[in-house]
């Protein structure tokens, strides 16, 4: 016999996960310890852009003892006479539902890959560049290849390479990580007063043939409008899902004073840093 959940509706418990400690800075990187390439064996750096652009990354993978990747690297196309400047690329926000990575180029450990973005426009040179030259930081290039080149935009000026930081490489989650859950509320919509507390139910359905119970509890995400929290689900009353089994779990958001009043959208999805987590919406209308 499978054992269900002990209660009707599992209380709610405001289980953050813990804040990432930033390891202290190792010495830096040399190049001779790090594999460095591009996105793609075959096309080289760059695979793909928009807008006449082109974007790719260099990875660099460390095969020596923890060290750091700090700043960003220095970039230059190589094989053809053409001007050349380049940017720093913008910083972005990460959105709020991604987890931080697992490890920081502050201290990159052995075998752990970063990576850098770099978006390129405006070649107008008569042939593509042969290879781009990346120079670290800490001195030392090394020359990748280059299979194309962006579209000529404004003849006569310079092409122009925007450059982000070293940031960790963490790769997708695997297929056997998703969550055969099924999300869904109390109700199809809500009502919450600036201010206030938003207090709703969320249903989460064993969608799979064989019975399913958590091995771990799962990191959530909710949202209002520009109010949004990460909490640890309260899994462990749930105790095992019978297929085509639910359990209804209350659930918790403070929603500011200063969030935009009228009509906004409840967001939930759970299992972040699995494949696909599922997740579900409903209309909210913030008041007062």
Known sequence: MLALAAVTVIPWV?????????????????????????????????????T??????????????????MGRPR????GAAERQVQRPLPEETPAPDVLP??????????????NVEIWWSNWCGTRP????????????????????APRCDVPGSPSTATVGRFAPLVPAPRESTRLPLRVGFDRPSYHVAAGAMLRYRVILRNTSRNPFHFTGCPLYFESVGNAHEIHVLNCRPAGTLAPGGSVTFAIELRIPRGIRRGRNALFWEIGLGTYLPPSWGARTTVTG
């Open 129 to 148: 560049p042969t290879a781009i030259e990346v120079t670290m930081p800490s001195g030392g290039s090394v020359r990748l290849k280059v299979a194309t």
């Open 75 to 78: 970039v230059r196309f190589l």
């Open 52 to 69: 006449g652009s082109l974007v790719g990354w260099v990875t660099f993978r460390n095969d020596g003892r923890t060290c750091s990747l």
């Open 14 to 50: 405001p289980a953050s996960p813990p804040t990432p400690v930033l390891p202290p800075v190792a010495p830096p990187c040399r190049l001779s310890q790090l594999h460095v390439d591009g996105a793609d064996r075959k096309a080289g750096v760059f695979a793909n852009g928009a």
């Open 101 to 114: 990575p697992p490890f920081s180029v502050r201290a990159l450990p052995h075998a752990r890959t970063a």
